[in-house]
Every structure is written in C-alpha cells, then in structure tokens.
C-alpha cells in the first residue's frame, strides 16, 4: 500500500477547464511539498505547506494541506498546455527526519489546446 | 539561481561493475540527500547525509551502496557491485536549514545491463 495515495492517476482535460489532483494518507505529516516532474529530470518544487488547513496559492494553482495534516489537494484553475506534467505530492511524516520525503505515485496531467 | 547538479547525465554499465554518481549540491547547503525512482515507480529515499556522516538510510541502502563528501563540493554515491534492478534514475538532493526545502538536481540515469 502506498503511504500517500494521489488520485487520479491521470487527468485529460481541454484548455481552460478546471483540474483538482488531490494526495491521501492515513499518516500525519509535518510538512507536504508539491513537485512537478518533466520526463527524464528532477521534481522541481512548487511549494511546501506545513500549518494545517493552510492554503497557498501560485499564480493559478492553488494547494490546500487538510486540517489534520494528512491531506492535501492541488487545484489548477483555467489550465493551459503548459501545465502539462507529472505533479508529485511527497511529504515528511511527523515520526521523520526533515528532508526523508516520502512520495506519492503521481498525477499524470495533460491540457490539450 | 543556484541549482543541483549532477554528472553523468546518463550511465550504462555491466552488471558486478562498480559506479559512482556524482552530485554538486547547492554551495551554502548542510544536508544533502539521494533519492531513486525506477522506471514507472514513485520516488524513493535511499540516503540522507549531514556533517560528513550518513543520517538516515533506508533498506534499498545496502552494503552495496555507500555515500562520500570528498571535499567541500562534491557528495558522491557509490554503488560497489551493481544489479540489474539497480537501473533507474539517481536524484541527488540538497537543502540549506533544518527545514528549508529540497531542491533536487536533474538526475543520473543509470543502466546495468
């Protein structure tokens, strides 16, 4: 089982729609970070959420973490071609060193112009 | 903007050969990190490494593996007999504070034929 479950798995939408890729655990996590992933390079960090029932937004995307800590949704408002990618929640578990990020499988997420 | 850097870029090499990743995180960073993903799979934690010692390390991080800061710049990952499901892309990571955020370099993938 997965420690941190992301769903869905892939998400096909047309340009200007609205997505939301969300990130599950049973497990509490003193912090949550959203990565974006290009095929054949490193997770490139979009933002880190630590306070519970924090929300932070980034031009059109905006992230929530959950009340308990142990959820946390990223919502892309009117998404455009470039926003094509693989985002990738991780997250340090509460019993973890800072920096021993456990991650989430991914979401696959393609805008079609 | 400073960033991680890793070389090579790609390695192919036989199996019971040994292999060294090397990685030159960001210059005014303390703790530094290496990650994997095999192809298809999530991103996961091998090693973390601070004031010259190892930190943490997860079960992937057999006597197999071993992890050097030779001098003030470079952090290194050895691999001393590499396996068939050792192939997959090495991530080299780097951050600054206690709990500043992970930056990652682009990766070295790594082939064992």
């Known amino acids: 089982t997965q420690l941190l479950e992301q769903s869905p798995q892939f998400l096909s939408i047309q340009e200007g729609e609205n997505l939301t890729v969300y990130c599950n655990s049973s497990s509490v996590f003193s912090s949550l970070q959203w990565y974006r992933q290009e095929p054949g390079e490193g997770p490139v960090l979009l933002v880190t959420v630590v306070t519970g029932g924090e929300v932070k937004k980034l031009k059109r995307l905006t992230f929530q973490f959950g009340d308990a800590r142990k959820d946390s949704s990223l919502h892309i408002t009117a998404a455009q071609p470039g926003d094509t990618g693989l985002y990738l929640c991780a997250g340090v578990k509460t019993t973890d060193s800072w920096g021993k990020l456990q991650f989430g499988a991914g979401t696959q997420v393609v805008v079609t112009p | ?113």
């Open chain 2, 1 to 113: 903007e400073p960033e991680v850097t890793q070389t090579p870029s790609h390695q192919v090499t036989q199996m019971g050969q040994e292999v060294i990743l090397r990685c030159v995180p960001i210059s005014n960073h303390l703790y530094f990190y290496w990650y994997r993903q095999i192809l298809g799979q999530k991103v996961e934690f091998l090693v973390s490494f601070y004031n010259n010692e190892i930190s943490e390390k997860s079960e992937i991080f057999d006597d197999q593996f071993s992890v050097e800061r030779p001098d003030g710049s470079n952090f290194t990952l050895k691999i001393r007999s590499t396996k068939l499901e050792d192939s997959a892309m090495y991530f080299c990571a780097s951050r600054g504070g206690i709990t500043g955020e992970l930056f990652f370099g682009e990766g070295s993938r790594l082939t064992v034929l």
